[in-house]
């Protein structure tokens, strides 16, 4: 009798553990990603200290688009954005990120016009994105509350 309870208590507590282990472990997957999005934050401010320029693809005019990240741009003195200002690439796949496989195969940063960090599921087009509807992911919100033109 005293094993049945035993095995009953245990399977509560294995119920338990299994309903909370993936939710910390999204929570987890979702502060790296903020973390990352910091360190990209510092990195871009850092380049453009040095070229006047952000390092994306296409420059962003003010309030109505945003540059795709060019992880080999090069400032002034040609020291390279990745490798130079960050030490790694940011990781582009969804679900090592926290985030819905379904809402875009991949993740794409970008910067907008007044220096502002995102990421987004939705790809750019010629290395800009001009829509403000698109969802984005900022090192402060990385729930997908905000639009691009939350952030513009």
């Known amino acids: ?28 997957k979702r502060s790296s ?50 490798g130079g200002y960050l030490q790694f690439a940011p990781n582009s796949n969804p679900t090592d990120l926290g985030l819905k496989a379904a809402d875009g195969a991949a993740v794409y940063y970008g910067v907008t016009a007044t220096g ?5 599921q939705t790809a750019p087009t010629a290395g800009a994105w001009t829509t403000g509807t698109i969802k984005v992911y900022t090192q402060d919100k990385v729930d997908g509350s905000l639009t691009l033109a939350d952030i513009w």
């Not at 502002?116 to 987004?120: E, G, I, K, P």
């Open 116 to 120: 502002r960090v995102f990421a987004t």
């Open 1 to 28: 009798m005293e094993l049945l309870v035993v095995v009953i208590i245990l399977a509560i507590l294995a119920s338990i553990v299994v309903g909370v282990v993936p939710a910390a472990a999204n929570r987890a």
């Open 33 to 82: 990603f903020a973390t990352t999005l910091s360190v990209v934050q510092s990195a871009s401010d850092r380049f453009y200290a040095e070229s006047n320029a952000y390092p994306v693809k296409a420059q962003p005019a003010a309030g109505s688009q945003a540059g795709e990240l060019d992880m080999a741009a090069t400032d002034g003195l040609g020291n390279k954005f990745l």
